[in-house]
């Protein structure tokens, strides 16, 4: 890995570590606040932040097409760590509304870092860029909550807010030693189209909407199985250790797998195929069986699913990006990504009031059957030649 790869991972990190540990106890700091723990507000503000991230990301996306990329970063970890502290300030219901308004207004790392990655490393690298960018998160996804329980023994949970702070702070510091993007950097001179006398292959890249559907029913495969797994496991498993063991086990398996990847698997539809097929079994397995043994054997599974499919959207989007609008691409496949997460946690929701708690997993099964077909039209119709940078018309002619 290069220098400026490792900094907007540490970034990445430091952003990813805050946002993804401090919701397990949210519900804490509303009661402290004077909510009773079952108020329906609780849950209506869990998901208020990502909601407002997912509908700004395509808006900060086309500043950050204008204003630079690396200010993005700057501003999306600046951002965050204003809301931390407002948060931990905060005195009433109200004034932490509004603070976790600003945390979703002003989110989106993950969009910002890897539209910045995206303008200042090569293409061909650039899938697997994202993977570790992604890699990142889902270390944050593991290591957070764990290490925020130890804190809040020792701290009031505002006041870790507090401290929490910090760390975006530290990487947007980080932020601003990286390089500037320039306009057309090293990914931006892969988008120019064959012209006569030029024997390079063309840039062929996919429908913006069809890469945003499949990226959308794959989050929503993913995510509809998270809101109700405590509860669906408790009656086989005695242990909630074991429980909470066996959830982040799929996200254990992407951290495994990712660091062995290197240049396998470069065929991006066949590695979808295979994702949605291993997350449709998994799902099939866990709503059927919740033995110890076979939830085991079907969460590792839909980790290996989950990691396959990551790194055949990522190879989809690294081949389908234009340079040009990065900030737009990227804040906008952040964008369909977290509201598939918002309606897959509605669709949870309604199916275990009209069902059961296994129910999730069925439809986590069908989302990820109903996304082959998709590769599939992407594979066969969705592709045509890249767009030059200057709105040009290649000469086609003889």
């Known amino acids: 890995m290069n220098r400026v790869l490792l900094a907007v991972l540490a970034c990445h990190f430091l952003a990813a570590f805050t946002v993804l540990g401090m919701p397990l106890y949210l519900p804490v700091l509303f009661t402290d606040l004077g909510l009773p723990s079952n108020s329906p507000w609780i849950g209506f503000v869990f998901a208020w932040p990502t909601l407002l991230t997912a509908l700004s990301g395509p808006l900060w996306g086309k500043v950050a097409d204008r204003l630079g990329r690396r200010f993005s970063l700057i501003r999306a970890l600046g951002g965050l760590s204003l809301a931390f502290v407002w948060v931990g300030v905060s005195s009433s219901v109200p004034e932490l509304v509004m603070a976790l308004t600003l945390q979703g207004l002003m989110g ?3 969009a910002a870092a890897n539209s910045y990655l995206a303008t200042t490393m090569p293409r061909e690298t ?9 890699f990142s998160a889902r270390l944050a996804l593991v290591t957070a909550p764990l290490v925020l329980a130890v804190g809040i023994q020792y701290f009031r949970l505002q006041h870790l807010y507090i401290v929490l702070a910090t760390l975006p702070m530290l990487g947007a510091l980080y932020a601003c030693t990286l390089p500037k993007d320039s306009h ?3 990914s931006s001179t892969a988008n120019v189209v064959s012209a006569p006398g030029n024997k390079s292959t063309p840039v062929e890249y996919a429908s913006a909407l069809a890469v945003c559907a499949l990226q959308a029913l794959f989050c929503f495969a993913m995510v509809v199985t998270f809101p109700y ?3 669906y496991a408790a009656p086989g498993i005695a242990s909630t250790t074991a429980i ?3 959830y982040v086990l799929p996200h254990l398996v992407y951290l495994l797998l990712q660091p062995m990847l290197k240049k396998r698997l470069p065929n991006w539809a066949f590695n979808c195929h295979l994702s949605m097929l291993a997350l449709a079994i998994a799902a099939c397995m866990q709503w059927q069986f919740n033995s110890g043994v076979a939830l085991a054997a079907a969460r ?4 290996v699913g989950i990691w396959l499919g990551y790194h055949g959207i990522h190879q989809l989007v690294a081949k389908s990006f234009q340079a040009a609008r990065a900030g737009t691409w990227f804040g906008s496949l952040d964008s369909v990504g977290k509201l598939a997460g918002v309606a897959a946690g509605l669709a949870a929701g309604l199916a275990v ?4 708690l296994a129910s999730p997993f069925l439809l986590s099964a069908v989302a990820s059957l109903a996304a082959m077909p998709l590769v599939h039209h992407i594979q066969k119709k969705g592709s045509r030649p890249c767009t030059p940078l200057n709105n040009t018309r290649p000469n086609t002619t003889a």
């Open 108 to 110: 989106g790392t993950l």
């Open 244 to 246: 909470a063991l066996l």
């Open 184 to 186: 057309r950097s090293q």
């Open 126 to 134: 650039l899938s697997t860029t994202l993977n570790w960018t992604q």
């Open 300 to 303: 590792v599974l839909f980790g």
């Open 353 to 356: 009031n009209q069902l059961n």
């Open 229 to 231: 797994f405590l509860p």
